[in-house]
């Protein structure tokens, strides 16, 4: 996943005979040409809703696709009030905190006992937790509602963070367990010896350890649940309750012929998610490729 | 490397200390996990198979009815169209990103520059809300402001009952096939360079090599990936519901989005129970049937 490793097989490559180098050379334009052109098609459709975001509908019905001619911010002012993405956002925003924070406690304990403790049956629980992540939500969705109404925890946000936690964890523990395997039991039995406790090495000396593989799973988290759309239209009715990707759906479905309006607000959920990414973009990466099978 | 949970399930050490100190310690570092998971996940998808066999509305009391909702299942033709938009989902979402994927990789791992710029680029559809990427999609398939538009072509894409599930199927793999390149890529970069350098020497092409060379050197990734594609196609959901709601007139309903309705539009809870059992009884078998070929050393 490293640059380092990125390199390797071009550096192995280059001090061979002259002829592959040179039919390589040849190639190396049309590869570009086609990766730009893949890139194009990948990044085409955010760069469009950019444009429009600053166009009014007129402009848009007459260039769908072409830069805006000003530089026009009322379609941001307008879908910003207009979506009340004020209460929306801090909404996702207390989401995404309380299910990161809980992901990451109950997954970091579960983490530590199958990695350093000794689970009789701990094969089993890495099992399960691995069906568990595979297991389609539409097994589980209806009767969950309805025990969840009974309980008086649907149209709240503990009962969906709940919901969120208890569906991130088990891929969440497993990362970290594979982070965990990493820290020899050394440090962890030397500690032992000096009379620590399983609480006191778990925190004291495997949680500094294992500060990477948390922040791996705290960004991924959060990443999910400003995402999440299934289990928010599901669970969430109250218009002040709801978090930004349902009300930014319900906004689009009232101003559906307001493309200048609706990209701007798309905006909004889009912005920091790409920026964060592009800032991150290693972290992100490996994460997401490990947690794929969701 | 997207496969670490079930490669390594086996490889929990067993440090040096007697078995008899810390296993009930253990257990309870592992509760909070197991009993909220429970709570959500389990318990509920038990109570499914037991509801699967009842007639519920889901606020009322259930009447066990035997096997009426799967027979039910059988002969409804809405089930048949479900199930044969899930075949051609499977064939399109199993095909096109995979060679896009493949050849998004195969081309970055043949590059020096820009390598991590492109694999960025390509990965973010993939980051992005699927609400978001329905909406801007949404907005280039309309007729009145999309490609199409621009291309002078006004078709409704979406609201064409002919058109409206591959328009959707393209959105999907549009998010999709860039997350592939990603992951292949990284297979790809496992492969032993030495190998290359062994098939140029026998005088193999390109496409030799990447068929010969490449393509075995990370199998294991493609074999595991292909299985997954089967399980997200009977998941698909998102795109289905925000785009078209399996609309128009049902041409893009597929069974998870029909059991949906079932369960919160149509108060028939225990047939929807049925319908998610089923799913998760065919997820069973493919997981089962790569297990099996495992075994017999298909992936090795």
Redesign the interface.
């Known amino acids: 996943?490293t640059?380092s490793?990125?390199?390797?097989?071009?550096t192995?490559?280059a001090p061979?005979a002259a002829r592959?180098m040179r039919s390589?050379r040849r190639?190396?334009p049309v590869?570009?040409l086609?990766?730009i052109a893949?890139?194009v098609?990948?990044?085409g459709?955010?760069i469009?809703?950019l444009f429009?975001a600053f166009k009014n509908n007129a402009e848009?019905?007459a260039?769908?696709?072409s830069p805006p001619t000003s530089l026009s911010l009322s379609n941001f002012t307008e879908a910003w009030t207009r979506g009340d993405f004020a209460t929306t956002m801090l909404n996702s925003a207390i989401l995404c905190l309380g299910s990161v924070v809980g992901t990451c406690?109950?997954?970091g304990?579960?983490a530590?006992?199958?990695?350093?403790?000794?689970?009789?049956g701990?094969?089993g629980?890495?099992?399960y937790?691995?069906?568990?992540s595979?297991?389609?939500?539409?097994?589980?969705?209806?009767?969950?509602?309805?025990?969840w109404t009974n309980l008086g925890l649907t149209d709240t946000r503990p009962g969906l963070i709940?919901?969120y936690?208890?569906?991130d964890?088990?891929f969440a523990?497993?990362l970290l367990r594979?982070f965990l395997?990493k820290i020899p039991?050394d440090f962890t039995?030397a500690a032992?010896l000096d009379g620590a406790s399983?609480w006191q090495i778990?925190w004291r000396v495997v949680l500094p350890l294992a500060w990477p593989g948390l922040l791996t799973v705290a960004l991924i988290v959060g990443?999910w649940s400003?995402?999440e759309?299934?289990w928010a239209i599901?669970f969430i009715h109250d218009p002040e309750l709801r978090p930004i990707?349902?009300s930014?759906?319900a906004f689009?479905d009232q101003y559906?012929?307001d493309?200048g309006l609706?990209?701007a607000a798309?905006i909004f959920?889009?912005g920091p998610?790409?920026l964060l990414?592009?800032l991150l973009?290693r972290k992100?990466?490996a994460g997401?490729?490990?947690g794929?099978?969701k | 490397m997207i496969a670490p949970s079930v490669t390594t399930m086996d490889t929990a050490p067993t440090g040096g200390r007697p078995k008899s100190r810390g296993s009930k310690r253990a257990w309870l570092f592992l509760s909070p996990l197991l009993i909220l998971n429970g709570l959500v996940v389990l318990g509920p998808a038990l109570a499914t198979v037991y509801y699967a066999f009842t007639d519920w509305s889901g606020l009322g009391p259930a009447t066990f009815i035997g096997f009426d909702n799967f027979t039910r299942a059988f002969a409804d033709p809405a089930v048949h169209d479900a199930l044969w938009h899930n075949v051609i989902w499977f064939v399109l979402f199993g095909s096109i990103p995979t060679a896009m994927g493949l050849l998004g990789a195969y081309l970055l791992s043949q590059v020096k520059r820009f390598q991590v710029l492109f694999r960025a680029l390509y990965f973010i559809p993939y980051v992005v809300a699927s609400v978001v990427n329905a909406a801007v999609w949404k907005m280039l398939l309309s007729p009145t402001s999309g490609i199409g538009h621009a291309m002078g072509i006004d078709h409704a894409w979406l609201g064409d009952p002919d058109t409206s599930l591959l328009s959707v199927n393209f959105v999907v793999d549009w998010h999709w096939w860039g997350f592939l390149a990603v992951v292949y890529l990284a297979a790809m970069q496992g492969v032993d360079p030495e190998l290359y350098d062994a098939a140029k020497m026998d005088g193999a092409n390109r496409w030799q090599q990447f068929t010969s060379v490449t393509l075995p050197g990370i199998r294991p990734t493609v074999v595991f990936l292909s299985l997954m594609t089967v399980i997200w196609t009977l998941k698909a959901f998102d795109y289905i519901f925000i785009m078209t709601g399996g609309g128009p007139a049902g041409s893009s309903e597929v069974v998870s989005t029909l059991m949906y309705k079932q369960a919160f539009n149509e108060y028939e809870a225990g047939y929807a129970a049925a319908l998610g059992l089923t799913m998760t009884v065919i997820i069973g078998f493919v997981l089962a049937g790569y297990q099996y070929l495992k075994r017999k050393g298909w992936e090795e």
Not at chain 1, 5 to 10: I, M, N
Not at chain 1, 112 to 120: I, T
Not at chain 1, 129 to 132: T, V
């Open positions: 996943m640059t490793t990125l390199e390797r097989p071009a192995k490559a061979r592959p390589e190639a190396m590869y570009y086609i990766l893949l890139a098609f990948a990044i459709p955010m469009a809703l429009n848009i019905g260039n769908p696709l406690f109950v997954a304990l579960a530590y006992a199958l990695s350093h403790l000794n689970v009789r701990g094969n629980v890495v099992a937790l691995f069906l568990s595979a297991l389609p939500v539409q097994l589980f969705v209806v009767p969950l509602f309805f025990m709940l919901i936690i208890a569906t964890a088990p523990a497993l594979s395997l039991h039995e032992r399983d778990a990443l400003w995402n759309f299934f599901t990707s349902t930014f759906m689009q559906s012929t493309w609706t990209s798309a959920m889009l998610v790409v990414f592009l973009q992100f990466v997401l490729t490990s794929g099978i």
